[in-house]
């Protein structure tokens, strides 16, 4: 690694951005450790040379100021102490193992584990959640997605993905691709829906969004309606007889419950309520039913709002009923190399022991982590360990987070920066930046085609920073957990073939249980000392590699992986190390999506009685959220041109929006008697802040919105700590969410909007 960072400054290095899930390929420039140009790379098996604008900004993440350097103790004046990498892990180990004394292991709560570009963290960081006992853990997952994956459970067994590059009727839903992405060359894929006239684009969305521009189809449903549209466009597939009954017969299972919930439902009421004409309603209907194909995007928009699991619930009835799943241009499960969310549960999850929350997935629902912390419940919380995340930041009702973080008897938090939550935590831990190290995303979801992307590191560690593998691994030294593993023995056999390692490798998982709850740390210090400098990290993909040729084998050699077992394992493993450009790891056939169901009969289980009784009501009223104290409504957190998760703290980075407006229609500028650049307060029931005013006639009356990603504290060069912008979460609480999965209702805050006196 160290030619690259002497490297010529006209050559050019290939890695991926990391500041949306899509992780397009880049090839980028150096000058010393700065990143002088970046451009798409071509050769890339995904992104194919597309990105946008956020990956030309990458070298406002890797060289912000206020990178950590040394590990930190905090001292209880508030002042930080600089300590030494050996210091900091002794005190730290000797801080579990006090509170696992005292409480046990399942009293730490484990939050993070990667972010949009570093999921080889999160395995790391699971082997030491098993080595400390942590049984309750949490991410963003479960803030966004835990309603989706409830449903997706029930229903399939597994996540579902649309095609949206062939698909005849693309529709998303609180979605804005644009800049979102969420799936390969997304602004590329949108052009060519506008283009074609034989291809209909459906956008679900209060707000004139970019991507609502190039719709054929824009319906600006009510903030909160998106249920009662969703509904009335099944009651009209139903009642018009547009379902592909046949195709259900042989494919589905609880046709006949469905059905009869959606029949003769009040479209004309339901219309009213979602603010969309009933005319309107039908015609949609009428062409999502008569489409070969049709593909289904939801996001935040809705799965941050009211009814935001039945909507989950709602739009797969409606594309399930009209046929769209196993068809090309449709929706389809889909391959992994390592899946995000484990369905094993699916109907039959357990709930935390203090707040009685769903945990989904294994994630303990975001909005009650502080609760479970400061309350006086005998199975509290009582440490944080906290990576590569900032949930002080990103989670509802920030304060009370931080009340939570300084009620812990332990809080370690590793990241690259002294985030919000850093500030709160007794340890903070420097880690190597994401171009530092060997890393990649798990978030690829192609069909019938799936890719994935390794990528080297371009730029050596900060000095005094560690990669996170290495961090866990001197932890679990520190603790003993390796004590009685053989590592110089299975390290011996990684270094004579790959095939004695993983000989080795199983006897020791199967003689010694540690090895196996354990294993990521173990290939770290075996498998990964053999590999090239800065590449160790990548030693868990391995295990990956094997699991996959386990799943997926028939798919992996149409992918064009020769052998069985551990060997086609081991032809992956090879190609993942050296493609730069990433694989192509699995291939299949349409036909083979009802293969990757995971329900016991491979079949669709369309019935889901408790989101069934939700329809119900639905239909007997409507609640109202907003009230006379706070008439407007709040989405805290759209996503913008120039708006990214936290890791980008450079104010800079922004070209446009620097302040990050408050988005607000005409009408209600005019109102409140603001105009462009005035500056307004915006008051909640959780807080207040104020903001720079934009008028834009691209919002609905009544709906206001500020962008994700601000807030956050930063130094320039020669300069004091300033905050620039509103954090959202300065504005959310913890009790407004999802009545079943617990996912804040974030996209839809009353809120108040004033005048600020000039």
């Given at each position: 690694?160290?030619?690259?960072?002497?490297?010529?400054?006209?050559?050019?290095?290939?890695?991926?951005?990391?500041?949306?899930?899509?992780?397009?390929?880049?090839?980028?420039?150096?000058?010393?450790?700065?990143?002088?140009?970046?451009?798409?790379?071509?050769?890339?098996?995904?992104?194919?040379?597309?990105?946008?604008?956020?990956?030309?900004?990458?070298?406002?993440?890797?060289?912000?100021?206020?990178?950590?350097?040394?590990?930190?103790?905090?001292?209880?004046?508030?002042?930080?102490?600089?300590?030494?990498?050996?210091?900091?892990?002794?005190?730290?180990?000797?801080?579990?193992?006090?509170?696992?004394?005292?409480?046990?292991?399942?009293?730490?709560?484990?939050?993070?584990?990667?972010?949009?570009?570093?999921?080889?963290?999160?395995?790391?960081?699971?082997?030491?959640?098993?080595?400390?006992?942590?049984?309750?853990?949490?991410?963003?997952?479960?803030?966004?997605?835990?309603?989706?994956?409830?449903?997706?459970?029930r229903m399939f067994g597994t996540h579902t993905h649309g095609h949206f590059a062939d698909a005849e009727v693309a529709i998303f839903l609180g979605k804005n691709p644009w800049h979102s992405h969420g799936f390969d060359e997304a602004r590329r894929v949108l052009k060519e829906l506008a283009a074609d006239e034989?291809?209909?684009?459906?956008?679900?969305?209060?707000?004139?969004?970019?991507?609502?521009?190039?719709?054929?189809?824009?319906?600006?449903?009510?903030?909160?309606?998106?249920?009662?549209?969703?509904?009335?466009?099944?009651?009209?597939?139903?009642?018009?007889?547009?379902?592909?009954?046949?195709?259900?017969?042989?494919?589905?299972?609880?046709?006949?419950?469905?059905?009869?919930?959606?029949?003769?439902?009040?479209?004309?009421?339901?219309?009213?309520?979602?603010?969309?004409?009933?005319?309107?309603?039908?015609?949609?209907?009428?062409?999502?039913?008569?489409?070969?194909?049709?593909?289904?995007?939801?996001?935040?928009?809705?799965?941050m709002a009211p009814n935001s699991t039945l909507v989950s619930y709602l739009q797969r009835v409606m594309w399930v009923l009209v046929g769209a799943y196993g068809v090309p241009g449709g929706m389809s499960a889909h391959s992994a190399i390592a899946p995000l969310f484990s369905y094993g549960a699916s109907g039959?999850?357990?709930?935390?022991?203090?707040?009685?929350?769903?945990?989904?997935?294994?994630?303990?629902?975001?909005?009650?982590?502080?609760?479970?912390?400061?309350?006086?419940?005998?199975?509290?919380?009582?440490?944080?360990?906290?990576?590569?995340?900032?949930?002080?930041?990103?989670?509802?009702?920030?304060?009370?987070?931080?009340?939570?973080?300084?009620?812990?008897?332990?809080?370690?938090?590793?990241?690259?920066?002294?985030?919000?939550?850093?500030?709160?935590?007794?340890?903070?831990?420097?880690?190597?930046?994401?171009?530092?190290?060997?890393?990649?995303?798990?978030?690829?979801?192609?069909?019938?085609?799936?890719?994935?992307?390794?990528?080297?590191?371009?730029?050596?560690?900060?000095?005094?920073?560690?990669?996170?593998?290495?961090?866990?691994?001197?932890?679990?030294?520190?603790?003993?957990?390796?004590?009685?593993?053989?590592?110089?023995?299975?390290?011996?056999?990684?270094?004579?073939?790959?095939?004695?390692?993983?000989?080795?490798?199983?006897?020791?998982?199967?003689?010694?249980?540690?090895?196996?709850?354990?294993?990521?740390?173990?290939?770290?210090?075996?498998?990964?000392?053999?590999?090239?400098?800065?590449?160790?990290?990548?030693?868990?993909?391995?295990?990956?590699?094997?699991?996959?040729?386990?799943?997926?084998?028939?798919?992996?050699?149409?992918?064009?992986?020769?052998?069985?077992?551990?060997?086609?394992?081991?032809?992956?493993?090879?190609?993942?190390?050296?493609?730069?450009?990433?694989?192509?790891?699995?291939?299949?056939?349409?036909?083979?999506?009802?293969?990757?169901?995971?329900?016991?009969?491979?079949?669709?289980?369309?019935?889901?009685?408790?989101?069934?009784?939700?329809?119900?009501?639905?239909?007997?009223?409507?609640?109202?959220?907003?009230?006379?104290?706070?008439?407007?409504?709040?989405?805290?957190?759209?996503?913008?041109?120039?708006?990214?998760?936290?890791?980008?703290?450079?104010?800079?980075?922004?070209?446009?929006?620097?302040?990050?407006?408050?988005?607000?229609?005409?009408?209600?500028?005019?109102?409140?008697?603001?105009?462009?650049?005035?500056?307004?307060?915006?008051?909640?029931?959780?807080?207040?802040?104020?903001?720079?005013?934009?008028?834009?006639?691209?919002?609905?009356?009544?709906?206001?919105?500020?962008?994700?990603?601000?807030?956050?504290?930063?130094?320039?060069?020669?300069?004091?700590?300033?905050?620039?912008?509103?954090?959202?979460?300065?504005?959310?609480?913890?009790?407004?969410?999802?009545?079943?999965?617990?996912?804040?209702?974030?996209?839809?805050?009353?809120?108040?909007?004033?005048?600020?006196?000039?």
């Open positions: 690694m160290s030619d690259r960072a002497t490297s010529p400054t006209n050559q050019w290095h290939k890695t991926a951005c990391i500041l949306c899930s899509a992780n397009c390929g880049v090839e980028v420039r150096l000058e010393d450790r700065e990143i002088t140009r970046v451009r798409g790379n071509k050769s890339h098996v995904g992104s194919k040379g597309y990105t946008c604008e956020k990956a030309l900004r990458i070298n406002h993440y890797q060289n912000a100021r206020g990178r950590l350097t040394s590990p930190l103790r905090r001292e209880p004046d508030g002042s930080y102490t600089e300590l030494d990498w050996d210091t900091a892990i002794e005190e730290i180990a000797t801080g579990f193992r006090d509170v696992i004394g005292r409480h046990g292991g399942d009293k730490i709560f484990y939050y993070g584990g990667g972010g949009q570009g570093n999921h080889l963290v999160g395995a790391y960081g699971a082997a030491t959640r098993r080595a400390l006992g942590v049984t309750r853990r949490s991410n963003a997952l479960a803030q966004e997605k835990t309603g989706e994956a409830w449903v997706e459970g034989s291809r209909t684009m459906i956008v679900i969305d209060p707000r004139r969004t970019e991507t609502a521009d190039l719709a054929d189809v824009w319906l600006p449903v009510r903030p909160g309606g998106d249920a009662y549209l969703l509904t009335a466009l099944i009651g009209v597939i139903v009642d018009e007889g547009l379902a592909r009954t046949s195709w259900l017969s042989d494919n589905a299972t609880g046709f006949d419950e469905t059905t009869a919930t959606f029949t003769g439902l009040p479209i004309a009421e339901l219309a009213e309520r979602c603010g969309i004409d009933e005319h309107t309603i039908r015609t949609t209907a009428r062409r999502i039913a008569s489409a070969t194909s049709v593909a289904v995007y939801e996001d935040l928009g809705v799965e039959n999850e357990p709930t935390d022991p203090v707040t009685g929350g769903l945990i989904v997935s294994g994630l303990v629902p975001c909005n009650e982590i502080a609760d479970g912390i400061l309350s006086d419940h005998p199975e509290r919380v009582r440490a944080m360990f906290v990576e590569s995340a900032n949930p002080v930041h990103s989670l509802a009702d920030s304060d009370k987070f931080r009340r939570a973080m300084r009620a812990c008897d332990l809080s370690v938090v590793i990241d690259v920066a002294m985030t919000e939550t850093a500030l709160e935590a007794d340890y903070v831990l420097p880690a190597a930046s994401q171009y530092e190290k060997a890393e990649a995303t798990f978030f690829a979801m192609g069909f019938p085609d799936n890719w994935f992307c390794l990528r080297a590191p371009i730029l050596e560690p900060l000095p005094g920073s560690l990669p996170e593998p290495e961090i866990h691994a001197r932890l679990l030294g520190e603790l003993g957990t390796l004590d009685d593993i053989d590592l110089d023995g299975l390290r011996a056999a990684a270094e004579r073939s790959e095939s004695e390692f993983a000989e080795a490798f199983m006897a020791a998982a199967v003689s010694n249980p540690v090895v196996a709850e354990v294993g990521a740390i173990v290939l770290y210090e075996t498998l990964g000392r053999t590999l090239p400098r800065g590449m160790e990290g990548a030693a868990v993909l391995w295990f990956s590699a094997q699991q996959a040729a386990l799943r997926y084998p028939e798919a992996m050699r149409a992918a064009g992986y020769v052998g069985d077992g551990v060997g086609l394992g081991n032809e992956l493993w090879h190609a993942i190390l050296s493609e730069r450009d990433g694989v192509v790891f699995t291939r299949h056939d349409h036909a083979d999506s009802w293969s990757l169901l995971k329900t016991p009969d491979r079949k669709i289980r369309l019935a889901i009685p408790e989101m069934l009784r939700e329809v119900a009501a639905l239909t007997r009223h409507m609640p109202t959220y907003t009230s006379d104290e706070f008439p407007f409504v709040l989405s805290a957190g759209e996503r913008r041109s120039f708006t990214a998760n936290t890791i980008m703290r450079d104010p800079a980075w922004r070209k446009r929006d620097a302040e990050g407006a408050l988005r607000l229609h005409p009408g209600d500028a005019a109102t409140i008697g603001v105009g462009d650049g005035d500056r307004v307060r915006v008051t909640t029931p959780g807080g207040t802040a104020v903001a720079v005013a934009e008028v834009s006639d691209t919002m609905m009356q009544g709906h206001v919105a500020l962008p994700n990603g601000l807030g956050l504290s930063y130094a320039p060069a020669g300069g004091d700590t300033e905050v620039t912008g509103v954090a959202p979460n300065e504005l959310t609480t913890t009790d407004w969410c999802d009545p079943i999965v617990g996912t804040p209702w974030h996209k839809h805050v009353p809120a108040r909007i004033e005048a600020v006196a000039r």
